[in-house]
């Protein structure tokens, strides 16, 4: 059948006259060119030593157009189809063989493997490919059609086996509802013909190991169809290294760009913005170049903010890295910790699909329901990976940090020193000197040592991590709207902030707006028995008082020093006046702004006083939440921001804590004054020390030391002349003393300590 070899003047012939090999001197296997015409018997004999009638000796017709490697009658010995070393020699000794006597390799003379005299061998790693005609077929005159899907479906010396992950285990992104065909590999590699079959005038390269690979890049959403190196074709080499890895983002943003959003490259009806959360293209967010302040408000003389807004935020953190800064000390000075290397594409994602089972995304793709997001997984010693990786669930919902494979990527990356175990490090690979982790977090968000038990020690009696958004610390009194899924994406995009965002609200990278906290971190008084005077004693002569280390809006955003009463500020701490009748320090941002990102979930109908609502149950949901600006009610003494005018972040973090419900202060816990290590019930030291009825009840949040006001004594006489002032905040009768609004007023409730705590949550 001369349909069956390799150049037949049959015009059918799929392999032509116009071989590459032998283009120049005008083809070859026909009459006139390069060996003369090839026919059934150049090959085959009826009665032969070797299997298929394979003659034991190969001649060609004619030898003034060139001979075969072999010379005339060239041996041939060919006995099985499945053992190693029948096709093609697989183990040719170090610096190769003089001569082959396989059936394929003994004509071979111009090929890249496989030929009579071989240093480099195709398929040496594979064993299940001994059959060469598995991907060149007799019929077709062996010319390797279908090679992309059967030959990548195995490992290629180092490359990779990619046909597995294009299934629907493999949780593919880019081929999803469709068979994966040959012609589909057209639309990312210039290897591939349109219509499935090997471009040999780009693939040839590719056979030598390291060679790099031609990969497509789009323009103006269009697959390009002219080669140009670097303008429509990305030359990638597979060795692990930072600059070809940048490579492959020209590739992948060719298609994850704006232009080509309506593209539909593989046929399946996706489109590269097919799952974007926000409609718009990854290069529309990680291509940026915006930053802003992290923190919103300055550090000055007359303030006592936390000084953030010195750290610099890029609105992609991962893309623009180099202006990106982050990290934390326990001097609440926010230092600049980040390295200057980008995390890219392929950092994160693999190209084709991935490995790795389980809930990888916070949307439903055709691969599966979370499913999609091709996480990176390798293999040592293939794409110039030494290790072995894939991300991994962990955790536990009894730990209350349970996590998926889609957060342990990130996980591994951000805890990661250096690579060894992972693929990557953040000093290592990144640059930075830091985990990438937030002051309040542990790593992997479990137990672990938190930093504000290291800058303040009384705090770490209570260390053990209590959950967070991976896990609950109890029973919740409101249904969220959504849930995070044991993975990051729900509230984070690590391509960067979206354009349809007030992104100077959303940093870093987060998929709404929030404001980091302006308010220094609380602490308990440090000292119990500071002077205070009032009534007949004389001007400071009780040792009962307490300068209160939280931080709100009166001591963050006033101005001036301290009542001439009060103490002065404590060693290495501004003094700031604490002004309840100002009311304009306070934040500017509303809810929408400071924690529009909390509000996705949790809408301030479910956990907030209506405005005229009368004051919600002590210690309630809704009384702790009165205290956020603009959600006062007219009950509470916080209208309009009366007291209080907090972000979400002044009382909650957002990822893990020490404290149930995220909560990163108890300031008002009476277990605590003094910073003392301590569990019992029993309150340490509590100024209720009186002369003559003055004094009484001082101590109690937030009076601070009590007295009988000025010009309104009852007592014995002289009491009026003698009282110097107000205490820190006035006494338990003074209306204007900001302190009925954490009291309980009822009947039966107004015991010391239990009627000064402020919540259910958090007492330690």
């Given at each position: 059948?001369?349909?069956?070899?390799?150049?037949?003047?049959?015009?059918?012939?799929?392999?032509?006259?116009?071989?590459?090999?032998?283009?120049?001197?005008?083809?070859?296997?026909?009459?006139?060119?390069?060996?003369?015409?090839?026919?059934?018997?150049?090959c085959?004999?009826?009665?032969t030593?070797?299997i298929?009638?394979?003659?034991?000796?190969?001649?060609?017709?004619?030898?003034s157009?060139?001979?075969?490697?072999?010379?005339?009658?060239?041996p041939?010995?060919f006995?099985?189809?499945?053992?190693?070393?029948?096709?093609?020699?697989y183990?040719?000794?170090?610096?190769?063989?003089?001569?082959?006597?396989?059936?394929?390799?003994?004509c071979?003379?111009?090929?890249?493997?496989?030929?009579?005299?071989?240093?480099?061998?195709?398929?040496?790693?594979?064993?299940?490919?001994?059959n060469?005609?598995?991907?060149?077929?007799?019929?077709k005159g062996?010319k390797?059609?279908?090679?992309c899907?059967?030959?990548?479906?195995?490992?290629?010396?180092?490359?990779?086996?990619?046909?597995?992950?294009?299934?629907?285990?493999?949780n593919?992104?880019?081929?999803?509802?469709?068979?994966?065909?040959?012609?589909?590999?057209?639309?990312?590699h210039?290897?591939?013909?349109?219509?499935?079959?090997?471009?040999?005038a780009?693939?040839?390269?590719?056979?030598?190991?390291?060679a790099?690979?031609?990969?497509?890049?789009y323009?103006?959403?269009?697959?390009?169809?002219?080669?140009?190196?670097?303008?429509?074709?990305?030359?990638?080499?597979a060795?692990?290294?930072?600059?070809?890895?940048?490579?492959?983002?020209?590739?992948?943003?060719?298609c994850?760009?704006?232009?080509s959003?309506?593209?539909?490259?593989?046929?399946?009806?996706?489109?590269?913005?097919q799952?974007?959360?926000?409609?718009?293209?990854i290069?529309?967010?990680?291509?940026?170049?915006?930053?802003?302040?992290?923190?919103?408000?300055?550090?000055?003389?007359?303030?006592?903010?936390?000084?953030?807004?010195?750290?610099?935020?890029?609105?992609?953190?991962?893309?623009?890295?180099?202006?990106?800064?982050?990290?934390?000390?326990?001097?609440?000075?926010?230092?600049?910790?980040?390295?200057s290397?980008?995390?890219?594409?392929?950092d994160?994602?693999?190209?084709?699909g991935?490995a790795?089972?389980?809930?990888t995304?916070?949307?439903s793709?055709?691969?599966?329901?979370?499913?999609?997001?091709i996480?990176?997984?390798?293999?040592a010693?293939?794409?110039?990976?030494?290790?072995?990786?894939?991300?991994?669930?962990?955790g536990?919902?009894?730990?209350?940090?349970?996590?998926?494979?889609?957060?342990?990527?990130?996980?591994?990356?951000?805890n990661?020193a250096?690579?060894?175990t992972?693929?990557?490090g953040?000093?290592?690979?990144?640059?930075?000197?830091?985990?990438?982790?937030?002051?309040?977090?542990?790593?992997?968000?479990?137990?672990?040592t938190?930093?504000?038990?290291?800058?303040?020690?009384?705090k770490?009696?209570n260390?053990?991590?209590k959950?967070?958004?991976?896990?609950?610390?109890?029973?919740?009194?409101t249904?969220?709207?959504?849930?995070i899924?044991?993975?990051?994406?729900?509230?984070?995009?690590?391509?960067?902030v979206?354009p349809?965002?007030?992104?100077?609200?959303?940093?870093p990278?987060?998929?709404?707006?929030w404001?980091?906290?302006?308010y220094?971190?609380?602490?308990?008084?440090?000292?119990?028995?500071e002077?205070?005077g009032?009534?007949?004693?004389?001007p400071g002569?009780?040792?009962?008082?307490?300068?209160?280390?939280y931080?709100?809006?009166?001591?963050t955003f006033?101005?001036?020093?301290?009542?001439?009463?009060?103490?002065?500020?404590?060693?290495?701490?501004k003094?700031?006046?604490?002004s309840?009748?100002?009311?304009?320090?306070?934040?500017?941002?509303?809810?929408?702004?400071?924690?529009?990102?909390?509000?996705?979930?949790?809408?301030?109908?479910?956990?907030?006083?209506s405005?005229?609502?009368?004051?919600?149950?002590?210690?309630?949901?809704?009384?702790?939440?009165?205290?956020?600006?603009?959600?006062?009610?007219?009950?509470?003494?916080?209208?309009?921001?009366?007291?209080?005018?907090?972000?979400?972040?002044k009382?909650?973090?957002?990822?893990?804590?020490?404290?149930?419900?995220?909560?990163?202060?108890n300031?008002?816990?009476?277990?605590?004054?003094?910073q003392?290590?301590?569990?019992?019930?029993?309150?340490?030291?509590?100024?209720?020390?009186s002369?003559?009825?003055?004094?009484?009840?001082?101590?109690?949040?937030?009076?601070?030391?009590?007295?009988?006001?000025?010009?309104k004594?009852?007592?014995?006489?002289?009491?009026?002349a003698?009282y110097?002032?107000?205490?820190f905040?006035g006494?338990?009768a003074?209306?204007?003393?900001?302190?009925?609004?954490?009291?309980?007023?009822t009947a039966g409730?107004?015991?010391?300590?239990?009627?000064?705590l402020?919540?259910t949550?958090?007492?330690?």
């Amino acid at each position: 059948n001369m349909n069956l070899v390799h150049n037949s003047t049959n015009a059918s012939n799929p392999l032509n006259a116009n071989s590459v090999k032998w283009a120049a001197s005008g083809g070859w296997g026909l009459s006139g060119t390069k060996y003369g015409a090839f026919s059934c018997t150049t090959c085959h004999i009826p009665k032969t030593s070797n299997i298929l009638r394979i003659k034991t000796g190969i001649t060609v017709l004619d030898t003034s157009k060139g001979n075969i490697p072999g010379g005339s009658n060239s041996p041939v010995n060919f006995q099985s189809r499945t053992l190693t070393n029948t096709f093609g020699n697989y183990s040719a000794p170090v610096g190769g063989y003089s001569n082959s006597q396989r059936i394929c390799e003994t004509c071979h003379s111009a090929t890249s493997y496989h030929k009579y005299t071989q240093t480099k061998i195709r398929h040496e790693e594979d064993a299940a490919l001994k059959n060469c005609i598995i991907c060149h077929e007799h019929n077709k005159g062996f010319k390797p059609i279908g090679a992309c899907t059967i030959c990548h479906a195995r490992p290629q010396g180092a490359r990779a086996a990619v046909l597995g992950q294009f299934t629907t285990s493999g949780n593919s992104h880019h081929v999803q509802g469709v068979k994966v065909t040959d012609q589909l590999c057209y639309q990312c590699h210039w290897e591939a013909n349109i219509d499935g079959t090997v471009n040999t005038a780009y693939h040839g390269g590719s056979l030598t190991p390291g060679a790099p690979v031609r990969l497509v890049r789009y323009k103006n959403g269009l697959r390009p169809t002219v080669y140009k190196d670097m303008t429509s074709a990305v030359l990638y080499t597979a060795n692990g290294s930072r600059t070809e890895f940048q490579k492959i983002n020209n590739h992948c943003l060719g298609c994850h760009s704006a232009p080509s959003n309506s593209t539909q490259p593989f046929g399946d009806g996706k489109t590269p913005k097919q799952y974007a959360w926000d409609g718009k293209s990854i290069d529309e967010r990680y291509s940026q170049t915006g930053t802003t302040p992290w923190g919103k408000y300055s550090d000055t003389a007359t303030t006592n903010v936390s000084p953030k807004d010195t750290q610099i935020k890029a609105f992609s953190a991962h893309g623009n890295a180099g202006v990106n800064k982050r990290g934390w000390n326990l001097t609440e000075t926010w230092p600049n910790t980040s390295g200057s290397v980008n995390v890219l594409c392929y950092d994160c994602h693999n190209s084709h699909g991935s490995a790795v089972s389980g809930v990888t995304s916070n949307y439903s793709s055709a691969t599966g329901k979370y499913k999609g997001a091709i996480l990176k997984a390798t293999t040592a010693g293939k794409g110039g990976y030494s290790v072995t990786y894939k991300p991994q669930a962990g955790g536990s919902a009894g730990t209350k940090d349970a996590y998926n494979p889609g957060a342990g990527l990130c996980f591994d990356c951000h805890n990661t020193a250096t690579a060894g175990t992972k693929p990557w490090g953040y000093t290592g690979t990144y640059g930075s000197t830091q985990a990438v982790l937030g002051y309040w977090d542990t790593p992997y968000f479990t137990t672990g040592t938190f930093a504000p038990t290291q800058r303040y020690a009384y705090k770490a009696f209570n260390a053990t991590h209590k959950g967070g958004h991976f896990g609950v610390s109890s029973a919740m009194l409101t249904t969220p709207s959504a849930s995070i899924n044991g993975l990051c994406t729900p509230c984070h995009d690590p391509h960067g902030v979206s354009p349809t965002l007030s992104q100077a609200y959303a940093v870093p990278l987060l998929k709404g707006t929030w404001l980091t906290s302006p308010y220094l971190e609380d602490a308990a008084p440090v000292n119990i028995n500071e002077l205070r005077g009032g009534g007949s004693q004389a001007p400071g002569t009780l040792a009962v008082g307490s300068t209160p280390q939280y931080h709100i809006d009166q001591n963050t955003f006033g101005q001036e020093t301290y009542p001439a009463q009060g103490k002065e500020a404590p060693t290495g701490t501004k003094s700031i006046k604490w002004s309840f009748a100002d009311t304009t320090n306070r934040v500017a941002q509303t809810s929408a702004q400071f924690g529009g990102l909390c509000l996705n979930c949790h809408s301030q109908a479910s956990i907030a006083p209506s405005a005229a609502s009368a004051a919600p149950a002590w210690k309630s949901l809704a009384r702790v939440h009165n205290t956020v600006k603009g959600w006062g009610s007219t009950g509470t003494g916080n209208a309009n921001s009366a007291a209080h005018s907090f972000t979400c972040s002044k009382c909650h973090t957002t990822h893990n804590y020490r404290l149930p419900r995220l909560m990163v202060t108890n300031c008002l816990d009476y277990k605590l004054r003094g910073q003392v290590n301590k569990t019992a019930a029993a309150p340490v030291k509590r100024s209720q020390n009186s002369n003559n009825g003055s004094g009484g009840g001082g101590g109690g949040y937030p009076g601070g030391g009590g007295g009988i006001p000025d010009g309104k004594a009852t007592g014995t006489a002289g009491e009026d002349a003698a009282y110097l002032g107000a205490w820190f905040f006035g006494s338990n009768a003074d209306p204007t003393g900001y302190r009925t609004c954490h009291d309980v007023t009822t009947a039966g409730g107004t015991t010391y300590p239990t009627g000064h705590l402020w919540n259910t949550k958090t007492p330690w």
